[in-house]
């Protein structure tokens, strides 16, 4: 029996004008193939231009972004930073890097990302006991915008900056701007199944005043904090961060057909919500038209507490069909290795949408016949 074509949960999707392969070819023919050239400089303009930033660097991964802006926040050992709960551990993980103390923030139904109101009782918590978070790190979960205007009121109300994980919302608009400038910093991913790709890759966005001496300065630390000098001398830690030329020609390349991913993985998600509409045991994720446009990065479902089928029989159906479905990320607080960190819930909205939810195949080269596939194998559970 021949195995069926196999449709990937998110996968990279070149440009079909070739806008990569140009770029790249310039990177060969002026043998600028370093973590310099062109590319690289013309890529962080772009990316600003596109989202409004400030300034813009560009990184080997979207990890090397969050530990950077960690830094540019003066983070040391000991400090405590508010990090959502409900997101993948390459948010959390730069925090441990600097040996800082996350608390993680449980998420609302609304948005699924961080709830304002868990946000303000880790504050009055902390602040009883004389202490202060560093930094919030919020995300945008799938590219579901998290409500930047009650979250960015609370920070200013307790002067503190806030880092923006827009690792998976690029593209997204929240009131008219687009997220990943709503930060102090702001982190940007291009990993193989973001919604535009430079095969790795990310970037740190400056919003702050001094944008402009933030970016040299992590620009300094992602090429090994080398001093100005004739020699080789080093007065503090550096590290090897910084984006080759070659990978930024095919981000280059990538941004040019954003829009038309957006409104792809948009066109995706619809289909799904008409499809479903009949199944009572299974919800959408929330996106609110009238406050976000999300870029639907991935397509999200959550089933009933009490509906006979399970996210594991959604995702071994598909499976066994050759079809990549994964579970909701599994909340921080519930990970081994932060097990020992303090967490706010609010009721356990991040761990319930990890037990109910699936996150459904949402690649771009999705054609109508792979949809109609994977709709039918999920409605017949239910037959």
């Known amino acids: 029996m021949t195995e069926k074509e196999r449709i990937f949960l998110a996968s990279p999707h070149m440009s079909d004008e070739g806008y990569e392969m140009e770029y790249i070819k310039e990177a060969f023919e002026t043998n600028w193939i370093a973590p310099l050239g062109a590319n690289v400089t013309n890529f962080e303009k772009e990316i600003c231009q596109k989202i409004g930033c400030k300034a813009a660097v560009a990184l080997s991964s979207g990890t090397a ?151 040299k300065k992590t620009l300094f630390w992602a090429t090994q904090a080398r001093d100005q000098a004739r020699y080789y001398q080093h007065s503090e830690l550096g590290y090897n961060y910084r984006m080759s030329n070659i990978v930024a020609g095919i981000g280059r390349g990538q941004l040019k057909v954003l829009d038309e991913r957006v409104k792809k993985k948009r066109q995706i998600y619809s289909v799904y919500q008409e499809a479903f509409a009949d199944v009572p045991d299974i919800t959408m994720m929330p996106i609110h038209d009238g406050i976000e446009k999300s870029n639907c990065w991935l397509s999200c479902m959550v089933l009933a507490d009490d509906s006979k089928v399970t996210p594991l029989d959604v995702q071994l159906a598909l499976e ?64």
């Open 65 to 215: 972004a969050m530990h950077l802006a960690l830094k540019l926040l003066n983070v040391k050992e000991g400090d405590l930073i508010f990090c959502q709960d409900l997101t993948f551990s390459a948010t959390a993980n730069p925090i441990m890097y600097e040996r800082a103390k996350p608390v993680f923030i449980d998420s609302d139904r609304e948005t699924w990302n961080m709830s304002p109101e868990a946000l303000t009782r880790a504050f009055e918590k902390y602040e009883a006991i004389g202490q202060k978070p560093k930094a919030v790190v919020i995300v945008h979960l799938y590219g579901l915008a998290a409500d930047m205007d009650e979250i960015t009121r609370i920070c200013k109300k307790y002067d503190t900056p806030i880092i923006e994980d827009a690792a998976e919302s690029l593209g997204t608009i929240y009131k008219d701007k687009m997220t990943g400038t709503f930060g102090d910093y702001s982190i940007l991913s291009f990993n193989g199944n973001k919604i535009i790709t430079s095969s790795g890759g990310g970037m740190l966005l400056c919003n702050t005043a001094k944008a402009g001496d933030d970016a």
């Open 320 to 383: 066994a069909d050759n079809i990549e479905a994964r579970h909701i990320w599994k909340p921080m607080h519930m990970q081994p290795f932060f097990a020992e960190c303090d967490y706010i819930d609010n009721g356990d909205i991040g761990q319930w949408l990890f037990e109910q939810g699936v996150c459904l195949p949402s690649d771009t080269k999705m054609t109508e016949r792979d949809m109609s596939r994977i709709i039918k194998i999920i409605k017949d559970l239910w037959k």
